[in-house]
C-alpha cells in the first residue's frame, strides 16, 4: 500500500495488481476524487493516508475518508451515526454497515453539483470531532451459525478462543460463515479457521 498522499491521485492505493495501470480505479475516477480532495481541503482538513486511502482529520480524529472501486468512488464519513443527513445523500457501504456513511458518484460531474452539501457535512462532522463526540455503541447480539456452534461444542479448546475475541472478531466469521449457502461450505470454512481462532484473529486478518 502507498504511503504517500500524492501517490494516490497520480498512481493508485497500491492494494491490487492493477496499481499505476490506465485500469486503477483510482486513476480511471481520477478527475472525481480530486475534485473530492479539493473540497476536503478546502474545509480546512488535514490530509493523510490511512489504509492506502486520502484520510481527513480534524483535531486528530479521522473524519472522511476517499475511495474508489470499479463501478463508482465515494466519500465516506466516520462516525457517520451523528450525521443529520437532511439532503439524504448518505448510503450504507453494505449489508453490514451500521449506518449510511457514504456519498457514492458515479459522475464527476455531481461532486461539483453537490459541493455545497459536501461543504455542510464535512463541517458538521469537524464539529463532532471537535466536540469529541462519538456514534455510541449498540449492543449486537452476535447469532451463531449452527455448524459453528456444533465445532465449538465438539473442541473446547477453539470454543475458549472464539469467544475470547472481541466482538468484531466474532461477528467477522458470522458474516464470513453466513455467506456460504452450504452447511458443507461452512463447516469446509470452520475449519480453515480453526488455527486463526485459536490466534486471536479474525476471519480477514492474516
Known amino acids: 500500500m502507498i504511503t504517500e498522499i500524492d501517490d494516490y491521485f497520480a498512481k493508485g492505493c497500491g492494494r491490487c495488481a492493477r496499481f499505476d495501470t490506465a485500469d486503477c480505479s483510482a486513476l480511471r475516477w481520477g478527475a472525481g476524487v480530486a475534485a473530492l480532495r479539493q473540497l476536503c481541503l478546502a474545509a480546512g482538513l488535514e490530509e493523510t493516508v490511512k489504509w492506502g486511502h486520502p484520510c481527513y482529520v480534524h483535531v486528530g480524529r479521522n473524519v472522511a475518508l476517499i475511495g474508489a472501486l470499479r463501478g463508482d468512488f465515494r466519500l465516506s464519513f466516520f462516525d457517520a451515526g451523528l450525521m443529520a443527513d437532511p439532503e439524504g445523500v ?53 447469532v451463531l451459525p449452527e455448524e459453528l456452534i456444533e465445532a465449538l461444542d465438539m473442541d473446547p479448546a477453539l470454543a475458549e478462543a472464539f469467544h475470547a475475541l472481541t466482538l468484531g472478531r466474532q461477528r467477522s466469521y458470522v458474516i464470513t460463515l453466513n455467506g456460504a449457502k452450504e452447511a458443507e461450505t461452512r463447516r469446509r470454512r470452520i475449519a480453515g479457521f480453526h488455527d486463526k481462532i485459536l490466534s486471536g484473529k479474525g476471519a480477514t486478518e492474516r
Open 90 to 142: 448518505l448510503e450504507r457501504q453494505g449489508a453490514n454497515t451500521q449506518h449510511p456513511d457514504t456519498i457514492r458518484f458515479t459522475d464527476p460531474a455531481r461532486v461539483a453539483a453537490l459541493a455545497p452539501v459536501i461543504h455542510a457535512y464535512l463541517t458538521e462532522a469537524m464539529g463532532h470531532a471537535a466536540a469529541g463526540r462519538r456514534v455510541p455503541k449498540a449492543a449486537v447480539e452476535v
